[in-house]
T-cell receptor, first 114, second 115 residues
């Protein structure tokens, strides 16, 4: 059974700082890994999806990397802004026949202070 | 185009009443998912629909929960005889195909409070 861990659980940084969020998983036989953002009281917004054959994906100030062999993914946020404050979740489809089920980490609550 | 929509956005109900939650997926998406997000529990899978195939209901927590998807589009999640532990945010998602290869897009959720 896939287990997903996100560290740290919470992070507070000053505006302009570069930061890294971590996601680790136990089963390396993955199809892809998806990073989401969730604002308070809102649904999930997809940020990046990395296929298992890829090492990284970039979108604007966001860069996500994937290392299947070590069971890790990182989300790098450059030049953070107060608007980046949210909970960031990583999720992976189960391996095998039930790969439509996403297993989520518990998230990292990011606060960017102006 | 339009994203996944859910209604109502908030629902307060008395213990023992039945509730229906609605999800409109992105047009053309064949796969639809329901998840539940509870305080301290994180996000958990409830049910999956793919085209005309039989749904995977393995995540439904009890037989008080049921879901259907009409015409391969709109889905309704029904909770009968609600209990306080059913209080959570219910999220719907859709994708072009199975999540193993395709990105899931989530709706804004329905916050259910059972008093």
């Amino acid at each position: 059974k896939q287990e997903v861990t996100q560290i740290p659980a919470a992070l507070s940084v000053p505006e302009g700082e570069n930061l890294v969020l971590n996601c680790s998983f136990t089963d390396s036989a993955i199809y892809n890994l998806q990073w989401f953002r969730q604002d308070p009281g809102k649904g999930l917004t997809s940020l990046l999806l990395i296929q298992s054959s890829q090492r990284e994906q970039t979108s604007g100030r966001l860069n996500a990397s994937l290392d299947k062999s070590s069971g890790r993914s990182t989300l790098y946020i450059a030049a953070s802004q107060p608007g980046d404050s949210a909970t960031y979740l990583c999720a992976l489809p189960n391996s095998g026949g039930s790969n439509y089920k996403l297993t989520f980490g518990k998230g990292t609550l990011l606060t960017v202070n102006p | 185009g339009a994203g996944v929509s859910q209604s109502p956005s908030n629902k307060v109900t008395e213990k023992g009443k039945d509730v229906e939650l609605r999800c409109d997926p992105i047009s053309g998406h064949t796969a639809l998912y329901w998840y539940r997000q509870s305080l301290g529990q994180g996000l958990e899978f409830l049910i999956y629909f793919q085209g005309n195939s039989a749904p995977d209901k393995s995540g439904l927590p009890s037989d008080r929960f049921s879901a259907e998807r009409t015409g391969g589009s709109v889905s309704t999640l029904t909770i009968q005889r609600t209990q306080q532990e059913d209080s959570a945010v219910y999220l719907c998602a859709s994708s072009r195909g199975r999540a193993g290869r395709n990105e899931q897009y989530f709706g804004p959720g329905t916050r259910l409070t059972v008093t």
